[in-house]
């Protein structure tokens, strides 16, 4: 099937100084459409310049355009299984089902959160169905009634598969369930978000370093192997920046909806150990991998998860209300966007996979970053106004108009190899899921019209006569 895309990507190469905002800038806005809190919703300060607003406002309409003319219908339409429930566990880029493809909570879990929030945004009822069909193959199909927390996997019929509680897929769980709560209300729902909260604080916490192990067998053993054997998530330690900058996001959710004191603080010092132990302020790089004490173990450079970081972290700080941590939230954002952008992006906008110290090591670019870039960058210009940043956010999005969406069968390719080919790999896996790329849209639609509106007042005091 072909899905629509009526609107042909337009150059933004010129972005000129148009006009100038006026004002303070707000540190900590709330998010002008209610779904996806923006922490620089207030706009830039007003010593910066905008694009033409028309460039702006185009810009938006196609991305909200691919969000629900594509994306949020190809999930719907692909990739439910009718038949058992859940969702179909592999679909190639020719729209071929894998039929004997294990399912993925994960999967589930950011197609929960996804279509959540997307109802939260447009009041869609096709779009709190398929929220509803995530939640209840979540805790239907996924959840552990014996041990507590969620399994990796399952078999294509439901069965339980690799039952190792992964802790990344712990907080997707509580993710998503936070957010079908802030959709629907439902007590149920934010229940069992906490309740995935408290397995985590009980089984993985290190009350000696800090922060969080990651990977458990069903009985919530520590699995100490991982230097001879990778983790589920590809690490060699027993710490990585993946696990905590989710668990980070995943905390920050649900706080909006339960402000347990005790909660809260549990989410400052998770947000102080990424700020000191985590983020590494002299390269303005993630340590991926790290022992229990905080030593790294890895050089490895990931520029979307560099990027992702900083604009989670700034989320986290609003929604602490701690000006100290928002303070340092937003001059690390600047960095970090500052090195992504000298160091991690290609002349045709695309964002490389990764790093190290002698430069870069893979070139590919897979579709995950490059949303997170948009965001990113575009964070960065609502915090400091430099226009770089926000030629670097639009750029993003056209390398993604041009190279990854797919105007033949739909949704984005998994990446664009270093030599320009579109990845072979799966359309729809336990990984690649609508997660990145639905809220990238929906940040960037809600950001961009936040410095549209920023940017009103102004142009009406440059219009009006002078006496």
Request: aromatic share 10%.
């Amino acid at each position: 099937m072909t899905l629509p895309h009526p609107l042909n990507p337009m150059t933004r190469h010129l972005l000129i100084p148009a006009l100038a905002l006026s004002g303070a800038a707000g540190l900590c806005a709330a998010d002008p459409a209610g779904t996806v809190s923006s922490f620089a919703a207030a706009g830039p300060p007003a010593s910066s310049a905008l694009a033409e607003p028309a460039t702006l406002r185009a810009s938006s309409s196609r991305i909200e355009a691919e969000l629900r003319q594509d994306i949020l219908p190809f999930w719907m339409q692909h990739v439910p299984d009718r038949a058992h429930g859940g969702f179909v566990g592999e679909i190639s880029n020719d729209l071929v089902v894998r039929k004997d493809a294990p399912r993925g909570g994960l999967l589930t879990a950011r197609i929960l959160w996804t279509f959540s929030a997307a109802y939260q945004r447009y009041h869609d009822p096709a779009y709190l169905e398929m929220a509803r069909w995530a939640r209840d193959d979540l805790v239907g199909r996924f959840w552990d009634e014996r041990d507590g927390g969620l399994y990796w996997t399952v078999t294509p019929d439901g069965a339980p598969l690799d039952t190792r509680k992964e802790i990344y897929l712990q907080a997707f769980g509580i993710l998503g369930l936070s957010e079908y709560y802030r959709a629907t209300g439902d007590p149920a729902a934010l229940q069992q978000a906490t309740t995935l909260y408290h397995a985590i604080e009980t089984h993985a916490r290190d009350h000696t370093h800090g922060g969080y192990f990651e990977e458990f067998s069903r009985e919530w053993k520590l699995q100490t192997d991982v230097g001879v054997h990778r983790s589920l998530m590809g690490s060699q330690a027993l710490k990585s920046q993946n696990v905590h900058l989710h668990i980070l996001e995943a905390y920050t959710n649900l706080l909006r909806v339960w402000p347990d004191a005790s909660f809260r603080q549990t989410l400052r010092e998770l947000a102080e150990v990424m700020l000191t132990r985590v983020y590494d302020s002299r390269s303005h790089h993630l340590r991926l991998f790290l022992d229990p004490d905080w030593t790294p173990r890895s050089q490895s450079i990931s520029y979307g998860h560099d990027i992702e970081f900083s604009w989670l972290a700034c989320e986290a700080a609003n929604e602490l209300h701690d000006p100290d941590l928002i303070a340092r939230s937003k001059a690390m954002a600047v960095e970090v966007a500052r090195t992504t952008l000298a160091e991690g992006v290609d002349a045709d906008g695309g964002i490389f996979n990764e790093g190290g110290p002698a430069g870069l090591t893979d070139r590919s670019k897979d579709w995950w970053p490059q949303a997170e870039a948009m965001v990113g960058f575009l964070n960065a210009y609502q915090l400091g106004g430099d226009p770089e940043f926000l030629r670097a956010s639009l750029h993003t999005w056209d390398f993604i108009e041009a190279r990854l969406v797919d105007r033949e069968n739909g949704e984005w390719f998994r990446g664009v190899t270093k030599d320009g080919r579109h990845s072979s790999d799966p359309k729809v896996s336990l990984w690649k899921c609508p997660y990145h790329n639905g809220r990238a849209c929906m940040e960037m639609v809600n950001r961009i019209n936040a410095v549209l509106t920023r940017s009103r007042p102004a142009a009406e005091a440059a219009a009006a006569p002078r006496n």
